[in-house]
Nanobody, 115 residues
Framework: QVQLVESGGGLVQPGGSLRLSCAASGITISIHTMGWYRQAPGKQRELIAAITSGGSTNYADSVKGRFTVSRDIGKNTMYLQMNSLKGEDTAIYSC?????????WGQGTQVTVSS
C-alpha cells in the first residue's frame, strides 16, 4: 500500500520559514518524479516545485528563490524548505509521486501565513 504523508505545516508570520516533509512508503521516491502542489481557497491547485528521479529541480515563478525542494533517498522523504513566506503562500500543500501511468497523493498539510 502506497502512502505519502505530509507534515510540517502550521501558522507562521510573514517573512518566516517552514519546512514541509513528505514521507513515502510503498514506493521508492528515487525512481519517481516528486512534486509539491498547493491549493489556496478559491483557486486551482498549482504545481510549485518538483524533483525528478535524476535529481533535477524546477519551480513555479511564484516561489522561485524562496522555496527549495530536496529529498533524502535513505529516508525516502521529500522536503520543501519555504523561506520569506508571504500571505499569498497560505494554502493546503500536498505532495505527489508520479511514474509512468501511476500517480499517488498525500492528504495535504495546511500552511497559514499571517501576523
Amino acid at each position: 500500500q502506497v502512502q505519502l504523508v505530509e507534515s510540517g505545516g502550521g501558522l507562521v508570520q510573514p517573512g518566516g520559514s517552514l519546512r514541509l516533509s513528505c514521507a513515502a512508503s510503498g514506493i521508492t521516491i528515487s525512481i519517481h518524479t516528486m512534486g509539491w502542489y498547493r491549493q489556496a481557497p478559491g483557486k486551482q491547485r498549482e504545481l510549485i516545485a518538483a524533483i525528478t528521479s535524476g535529481g533535477s529541480t524546477n519551480y513555479a515563478d511564484s516561489v522561485k528563490g524562496r522555496f527549495t525542494v530536496s529529498r533524502d533517498i535513505g529516508k525516502n522523504t521529500m522536503y520543501l524548505q519555504m523561506n520569506s513566506l508571504k500571505g499569498e503562500d497560505t494554502a493546503i500543500y500536498s505532495c505527489a509521486a508520479k511514474r509512468f501511468a501511476y500517480e499517488y497523493w498525500g492528504q495535504g498539510t495546511q500552511v497559514t501565513v499571517s501576523s
